[in-house]
């Protein structure tokens, strides 16, 4: 396997990891990112076998757990109930508990808040210039996934807040502030989810965090803790990728002067599924291997680890035509944005409907929208997001 030297922290890196993508992939299907000590892969069929794969799971095999620094184990009790880090039979548990309550129909009917939603926030935008980040795109998902689980929206701004530190125990080279900011915000959410969950308990409602609560009490009965943590994942899960497939997607669709037929009702599925394709937010996920297996050529031993890269995976010339195209009429196919498997994202038909619903009005309502400063990414790897998104209308 040929080992390939990359920091993450590169600044070039930081604002197009594509050329070393392809670079990499051409040393065939494996290689060893000695910055990160692992296997990696960036070609599709390897991405989508091992996801699919029950021979590997994101939960460390207990002989490989590494053990938990006390400064951060606020953080870590959480993780410990996260369906995210799990894997069969409480994988199987939690998420089906989830599904009950986060119906495909509970989700559709969001359609109409959605667009409401974003005329709202449009009718608000300042006049001159602005950063259609903190104006648009964290807005929708924040506000959207806060109503859903039934979270005041006013505490809109401490979820972005605990959210921003929470995922700073995910970044390349995490310094020792970082946990302790995380684990300050950690500690502070679960007070705040605590309280709210048992107000819920006596006074129900017709939200998610109520019909998680009655999912307990229906025999299969979620912990306090669980609840706690299922919360703590919609609620981070479900804004921080769709906000920055938000700004990722409307910078392309203006660098590339996509006309905006590409955002008509008959054509906006397959532009949300080419920009989830083109330039995910999301660019790295692990996974462990329990036993010895061999994927195309490459045997992995048990607690051996292998980097998943999903932006690679998706511009993989092998299952796109010349992928390094931006492409809305490309003909639907699954891309790796969202993994697969067992994990597969459970927040994905929000995160397309909020794409589907936003980024057309943003364009009808706005059809002179143009950038008025290069948009520059942020050094958050494996994080893909912009640090703002300067416009004018
Ligand atoms: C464009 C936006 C989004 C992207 C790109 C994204 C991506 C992903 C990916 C790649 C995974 C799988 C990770 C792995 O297999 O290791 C995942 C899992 C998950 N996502 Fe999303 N996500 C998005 C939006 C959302 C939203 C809106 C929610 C919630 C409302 C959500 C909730 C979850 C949850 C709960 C899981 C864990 C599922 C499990 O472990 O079974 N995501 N997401």
Redesign the pocket.
């Known amino acids: 396997m040929t080992p390939l030297t990359q920091s993450p922290k590169d600044p070039e890196f930081v604002q197009n990891p594509y050329p070393f993508y392809e670079a990499a992939r051409a040393n065939g299907p494996f290689f060893h990112w000695t910055d990160y000590g692992m296997p990696c892969t960036g070609n599709a069929t390897a991405v989508n076998a091992i996801?699919r794969d029950r021979r590997f799971g994101?939960e460390a095999p207990p002989e490989n757990a590494f053990a938990i620094a006390p400064h951060t184990a606020a953080f870590y009790a959480v993780e410990a109930h996260?369906?995210?880090?799990?894997e069969p039979p409480r994988?199987t548990r939690?998420?089906s508990l989830?599904l009950r309550a986060?119906t495909t129909r509970r989700i559709a009917a969001l359609g109409p808040e959605i667009a409401a939603l974003t005329h709202q926030l449009i009718d608000a935008f300042p006049s001159g210039g602005f950063d259609l980040l903190p104006h648009f795109a964290t807005k929708i998902?924040v506000i959207?996934?806060a109503r859903?689980l039934g979270v005041p929206e006013a505490m809109a701004p401490d979820l972005l807040r605990w959210s921003n530190a929470m995922v700073g125990m995910y970044l390349a080279g995490r310094a020792r502030d970082a946990e302790d900011r995380a684990t300050a915000a950690t500690e502070a959410f679960t007070t705040f989810l605590r309280a709210y969950i048992d107000a819920r308990r006596a006074r129900p409602a017709d939200d998610l965090i109520t019909h998680l609560i009655a999912a307990e009490a229906e025999g299969e009965r979620l912990t306090t803790d669980e609840l706690i943590s299922?919360c703590i994942?919609?609620?981070?899960?479900?804004?921080?990728?769709?906000v920055?497939?938000?700004g990722n997607g409307v910078k392309t669709l203006l660098e590339t002067a996509t006309p905006h037929a590409a955002l008509a009702p008959d054509a906006v599925e397959q532009t949300v599924e080419e920009i989830?394709r083109f330039d995910?937010?999301?660019h790295m996920?692990?996974?462990w291997a329990y036993e010895d297996v061999t994927v195309m050529g490459h045997t992995f031993h048990r607690g051996d680890r292998v980097a998943?890269l999903?932006a690679a995976a998706n511009r993989d010339p092998a299952n796109w035509p010349d992928p390094a195209r931006f492409d809305p009429t490309r003909p639907i196919k699954p891309h790796?944005?969202?993994?697969?498997?067992?994990?597969?994202?459970?927040?994905?038909p929000?995160?397309?409907l909020?794409?589907q619903v936003a980024v057309p009005i943003l364009f009808q309502r706005l059809p002179g929208l143009h950038l008025t400063e290069t948009p520059q990414y942020a050094d958050v790897y494996h994080f893909h997001g912009l640090n703002c998104l300067m416009v004018a209308r």
Do not use: K, Q, Y
Request: charged share 10%; hydrophobic share 55%; glycine share 8%.
């Open positions: 996801f994101r996260s369906m995210l880090e799990l994988h939690l998420r989830v986060f998902p959207i996934i859903l299922t994942l919609l609620l981070n899960a479900g804004h921080e990728a769709t920055h497939t938000i989830l995910p937010a999301l996920f692990t996974r998943l999903l790796a944005s969202f993994g697969a498997g067992l994990h597969f994202c459970v927040g994905a929000l995160a397309r909020e794409l």
